[in-house]
């Protein structure tokens, strides 16, 4: 089995769309990380391009949220942990990635609601959104609408406090989330540290299996 990704019919002819697109594949294609998908095969159809990825068996984080907190429970602690440590650690990968001559790529989410360059600590931001999410079941900066969501977010206010969890783990979360960016970790590769020792104080040595049994 393998996924296979396409530009939309509407955008297939867009040159801008197409630039994307491969620009995209060469960027994944030097990744080399367990918790990145690999790219197996770009190729065209007729106008169409698509990208082969690896095909990874599994529920998304999202699916596994909203079936836990849905039904009133919580994610156990060291399952949100392991999950956010092993994504941090894919995203150092990304962060990382040089190209030919040994420079940066300086490969980052380009969303930034101010308008305002952004650097690999956007992604750090968006990592402790999801922190968030899993802990509580809901997103920090929740209103009645997208646009006074925005307004909450661009405000600076910090996110409502996260009830029921270890103080160690509340400050990793409000560290991610720091509206200045130089409050937030300089790197995922920080950030994967201050979670895996938390996982070893609060919760116990956490594997990739015992994430496994818990989906299961």
């Given at each position: 089995l393998v996924a296979i990704k396409t530009v939309i019919a509407e955008h297939a002819l867009d040159d801008k769309f197409e630039k994307m697109f491969l620009d995209e594949a060469r960027i994944i294609e030097r990744i080399r990380?367990?918790?990145?998908?690999?790219?197996?095969?770009?190729?065209?159809q007729g106008s169409l391009l698509f990208l082969v990825l690896e095909w990874v068996e599994g529920e998304s984080a999202a699916s596994l949220r909203r079936a836990v907190h849905g039904k009133g429970e919580k994610i156990p602690l060291n399952v949100v942990l392991r999950i956010l440590a092993d994504s941090c650690a894919g995203l150092h990968a990304a962060h990382e990635l040089v190209n030919d001559h040994g420079e940066p790529l300086g490969v980052v989410s380009?969303?930034?609601?101010?308008?305002?360059a952004v650097d690999r600590r956007a992604d750090i931001w968006s990592a402790g959104i999801m922190l968030y999410h899993l802990l509580a079941g809901r997103t920090p900066y929740e209103a009645d609408n997208q646009i006074a969501t925005l307004h909450r977010v661009v405000q600076g206010l910090p996110p409502d406090p996260i009830r029921g969890i270890p103080p160690e783990v509340a400050e990793i979360a409000y560290t991610a989330l720091s509206y200045a960016a130089d409050g937030r970790y300089a790197t995922a590769d920080?950030?994967?540290?201050?979670?895996?020792?938390?996982?070893?104080?609060?919760?116990?040595?956490?594997?990739?299996?015992?994430?496994a049994a818990y989906l299961s």
């Open positions: 990380h367990p918790n990145v998908a690999q790219i197996l095969d770009l190729g065209q380009p969303a930034q609601a101010l308008g305002k920080e950030m994967q540290r201050a979670l895996e020792r938390t996982i070893v104080k609060c919760c116990g040595p956490t594997t990739q299996a015992d994430v």
